[in-house]
């Protein structure tokens, strides 16, 4: 029986990887959507939406993108640690340019030419920028001239910035003053009370098809709250991971000793506040300062050893975006490409909705347990996987460093 047969689920509920259909609309992701919305019928449309990891916040833009309509072209740049000209470059890849033999005053005026064109077969131009936070003075500098691009009667290109909350500070920069001037509204994504994330795990749930709502006790609620501080991406980690380990012990619901021992391996405390982060308390750190690693990874390109990297219980996300514990530049690579559960029952990978898929051999695969020494293909890379369960490797120095680049 698979795990979603076991827990009578159509699809898994708590993936990592953007999925409009899962969106919880708490009254402030409501609040965040509608001022987004409002770029369509403000011709000066510039929206801030900053957020803790892991809040949601690339979710609610796609979601927002999803139910755009035909009269309304966009662009979205996620890869934002770029130059100015390689800024301008990846906006004209978006809308549909090739660009890259270009120079700066010529990729301006494309760009310029574009807008006034769209404008006047009245089409509306948004430019979305994920990872903001990321963007230099200079490319802010940039931003600020192509929202000023405009007819004799209005701006035509509107623009939504995404990021973390040090896009606040970045912003506060007396530099980037005029730009600043410019933008029309500003929200704060902040994580889930204790209600709303009862509410969102019930809610993921009935989308993944559960009819019910006993697959978590209500004793569980609270200890989830209490280990994720109402961060949706850590309450997506702990869910999945106690269902996994309930699905290996052949049990059909949650309990709260199921949260707790999820809890352990993942060796999470409670929150400490709503960055993402938890301290370990000194009494759970052996005194031998040892690490007990249960899973190795081998990167490999074109065939060549990369990097290594040794991880303990938990979720492990690897793709193109800077935030993955195990970060990859390729184009074939999708932001988050692929996840690894690591527990003591062994390791699952998970695809992560990719474009080019993963693939162990010939096999492109969605979701299985792995067996050591598993080759990974994900494009030119490969990653090997090596089970360190009841091995002298697993038992490592506390200043054993990953290498996260690849």
Same mark, same amino acid.
């Given at each position: 029986?698979?795990?979603?047969?076991?827990?009578?689920?159509?699809? #898994? #509920?708590?993936? %990592? &990887?953007?999925?409009?259909?899962?969106?919880?609309?708490?009254?402030?992701?409501?609040?965040?959507?509608?001022?987004?919305?409002?770029?369509?019928?403000?011709?000066?449309?510039?929206?801030?939406?900053?957020? @803790?990891?892991?809040?949601?916040?690339?979710? %609610?833009?796609? *979601?927002?993108?999803?139910? %755009?309509?035909?009269?309304?072209?966009?662009?979205?740049?996620?890869?934002?640690?770029? *130059?100015?000209?390689?800024?301008?470059?990846?906006?004209? &890849?978006?809308?549909?340019?090739?660009?890259?033999?270009?120079?700066?005053?010529?990729?301006?005026?494309?760009l310029n030419m574009f807008l006034i064109e769209q404008y006047s077969t009245g089409k509306k131009v948004i430019l979305v920028v994920d990872e903001a936070q990321n963007l230099t003075e200079k490319v802010l500098e940039e931003v600020?001239?192509?929202?000023?691009?405009?007819?004799?009667?209005?701006?035509?290109?509107?623009?939504?910035?995404?990021?973390?909350?040090?896009?606040?500070?970045? %912003?506060?920069?007396?530099?980037?003053?005029?730009?600043?001037?410019?933008?029309?509204?500003?929200?704060?994504?902040?994580?889930?009370?204790?209600?709303?994330?009862?509410?969102?795990?019930?809610?993921?749930l009935a989308v993944a098809g559960r009819k019910d709502g006993k697959l978590f006790a209500d004793d569980v609620y609270p200890l989830i709250y209490r280990y994720t501080g109402g961060?949706?991406?850590?309450?997506?980690?702990?869910?999945?991971?106690?269902?996994?380990?309930?699905?290996?012990?052949?049990?059909?619901?949650?309990?709260?000793?199921?949260?707790?021992?999820?809890?352990?391996?993942?060796?999470?405390?409670?929150?400490?506040?709503?960055?993402?982060?938890?301290?370990?308390?000194?009494?759970?750190?052996?005194?031998?300062?040892?690490?007990?690693?249960? &899973?190795?990874?081998?990167?490999?390109?074109?065939?060549?050893?990369?990097?290594?990297?040794?991880?303990?219980?938990?979720?492990?996300?690897?793709?193109?975006? #800077?935030?993955? @514990?195990?970060?990859?530049? *390729?184009?074939?690579?999708?932001?988050?490409?692929?996840?690894?559960?690591?527990?003591?029952?062994?390791?699952?990978?998970?695809?992560?909705?990719? &474009?080019?898929?993963?693939?162990?051999?010939?096999?492109?695969?969605?979701?299985?347990?792995?067996?050591?020494?598993?080759?990974?293909?994900?494009?030119?890379?490969?990653?090997?996987?090596?089970?360190?369960?009841?091995?002298?490797?697993?038992?490592?120095?506390?200043?054993?460093?990953?290498?996260?680049?690849?």
């Amino acid at each position: 029986m698979s795990y979603l047969d076991h827990f009578k689920l159509k699809e #898994p #509920p708590f993936g %990592l &990887t953007p999925d409009p259909a899962f969106v919880y609309w708490s009254k402030q992701h409501s609040r965040a959507k509608a001022y987004m919305e409002s770029t369509i019928w403000l011709s000066d449309g510039f929206v801030v939406i900053t957020g @803790d990891i892991g809040s949601g916040k690339t979710t %609610l833009l796609q *979601s927002f993108l999803d139910e %755009l309509e035909d009269n309304v072209v966009y662009a979205v740049v996620s890869q934002t640690q770029l *130059s100015p000209t390689q800024f301008l470059q990846a906006v004209l &890849t978006e809308f549909g340019f090739k660009p890259f033999d270009k120079k700066k005053v010529e990729l301006l005026d494309m760009l310029n030419m574009f807008l006034i064109e769209q404008y006047s077969t009245g089409k509306k131009v948004i430019l979305v920028v994920d990872e903001a936070q990321n963007l230099t003075e200079k490319v802010l500098e940039e931003v600020r001239l192509l929202s000023g691009i405009e007819t004799q009667k209005e701006k035509v290109l509107r623009i939504i910035f995404a990021g973390q909350p040090e896009l606040k500070e970045t %912003l506060a920069s007396p530099k980037l003053k005029q730009l600043v001037q410019r933008v029309r509204l500003r929200f704060h994504l902040g994580p889930l009370d204790r209600t709303d994330t009862r509410a969102y795990i019930e809610h993921r749930l009935a989308v993944a098809g559960r009819k019910d709502g006993k697959l978590f006790a209500d004793d569980v609620y609270p200890l989830i709250y209490r280990y994720t501080g109402g961060v949706p991406r850590l309450i997506n980690t702990l869910c999945d991971s106690a269902l996994l380990v309930a699905f290996a012990d052949g049990k059909k619901s949650i309990t709260a000793e199921d949260i707790e021992g999820t809890a352990e391996e993942l060796e999470w405390v409670e929150h400490e506040d709503t960055t993402g982060e938890h301290e370990v308390l000194p009494h759970l750190v052996p005194t031998a300062k040892k690490k007990n690693y249960l &899973t190795r990874i081998e990167v490999r390109s074109k065939g060549k050893p990369v990097s290594e990297h040794f991880f303990e219980a938990g979720r492990i996300i690897i793709g193109r975006a #800077p935030d993955s @514990d195990i970060y990859i530049d *390729s184009t074939y690579v999708s932001r988050h490409h692929v996840q690894l559960t690591s527990s003591t029952s062994g390791c699952v990978i998970e695809d992560l909705n990719s &474009t080019n898929g993963v693939f162990i051999g010939d096999d492109e695969v969605e979701k299985q347990i792995l067996a050591d020494g598993d080759i990974i293909s994900l494009g030119t890379h490969e990653l090997v996987y090596a089970d360190l369960r009841n091995t002298d490797e697993g038992s490592k120095d506390d200043t054993s460093v990953n290498e996260n680049q690849a």
